[in-house]
């Protein structure tokens, strides 16, 4: 199996939703988008399936020293080898991805989030240093877009926190800070039960509104002149847009009704948001979040 070819299989495997906006890209800028998530994929798994903390340490300090060798032009992984010619085509930041590392070792070594800022770190980390790496890829004129690939990245992981919140707490990670909880008066315990008693609405409301607001905020910073060139950010926006809306339909409570999206419904809500947004932006049209 080629290094683009393990890539491309990792991507599609994962179901992310990611890899439904990749669909549309040309052929060289999906490649390397393809790579960058399978970088990702890689090493999140190390930190969600890997058990033995040690083990895990030791599995990511692999991936610092394959990106140390990769950009050394001497990759061993078909991940590293897909990153180099990545690299190669497109002014990707070794230290960006050393920047992912260092979030997915906070979720290794299980630190507890106590203020607001331990959350914000952690999110620039695991989202918003990949949206500064995809528009990259997909390309830009105006710095502005930078500010809105980590805004929607911030809108992107705060939304995947709200869906995962069974899963994460049934193996000891809350990601919502201490002080925040404790305004609420709501306890890890009722994280693991699934307690969603009246503090606890409360307190996932804000967080869905703290979603909503950097969806709202990312579109406003997105640059007119950008807009084309970065729809395949737009389109993600979507989707995860869709997981928000039916969060807010059972009222955050997804220890009782986890939410899922079907891969065929992802595909519609890409292909209608491209296809509005090839008309919309010739057009000037507002940006749509919902289909």
């Not at 800028?29 to 890689?42: Q, W």
């Not at 590293?80 to 070594?109: K, R, S, V, Y």
């Not at 069974?166 to 990601?175: F, L």
Request: aromatic share 12%; charged share 25%.
């Amino acid at each position: 199996m080629t290094p683009e070819a393990y890539c491309r299989d990792k991507t599609r495997g994962s179901g992310s939703s990611f890899f439904y906006a990749f669909l549309f890209l040309p052929e060289e800028k999906r490649r390397a988008m393809m790579a960058l998530y399978a970088f990702c994929r890689e090493v999140d798994d190390i930190a969600d399936e890997v058990s033995d903390q040690q083990v895990a340490l030791t599995k990511l300090n692999f991936w610092r020293e394959e990106l140390a060798r990769t950009f050394a032009g001497q990759a061993s992984h078909p991940v590293g080898h897909e990153l180099l010619w990545c690299a190669g085509h497109f002014p990707i930041n070794e230290e960006l991805l050393l920047e992912i590392l260092d979030g997915m070792q906070t979720d290794i070594m299980a630190r507890p989030f106590i203020k607001q800022s331990d959350l914000s770190l952690y999110i620039y980390r695991v989202a918003g240093v990949v949206g500064l790496l995809s528009i990259e890829v997909f390309g830009y004129s105006e710095r502005k877009s930078r500010d809105f690939a980590t805004r929607l990245g911030e809108a992107l992981q705060l939304t995947n926190i709200l869906r995962d919140l069974a899963e994460d707490a049934a193996i000891g990670r809350i990601y919502i800070p201490q002080e925040v909880r404790s305004r609420y008066q709501v306890s890890d315990q009722a994280f693991k039960t699934g307690t969603v008693d009246e503090s606890m609405q409360k307190l996932l409301q804000e967080y869905g509104d703290k979603a909503e607001n950097a969806f709202r905020d990312a579109v406003a910073m997105l640059p007119p002149k950008d807009r084309e060139s970065l729809r395949p950010s737009i389109v993600m926006a979507t989707i995860y847009y869709a997981y928000l809306r039916q969060l807010r339909a059972i009222g955050f409570d997804v220890w009782s009704t986890p939410v899922r999206i079907l891969p065929l419904r992802k595909m519609w809500i890409a292909w209608r948001a491209w296809r509005y947004e090839c008309k919309a932006c010739k057009r000037q049209r507002p940006i749509r979040l919902e289909f």
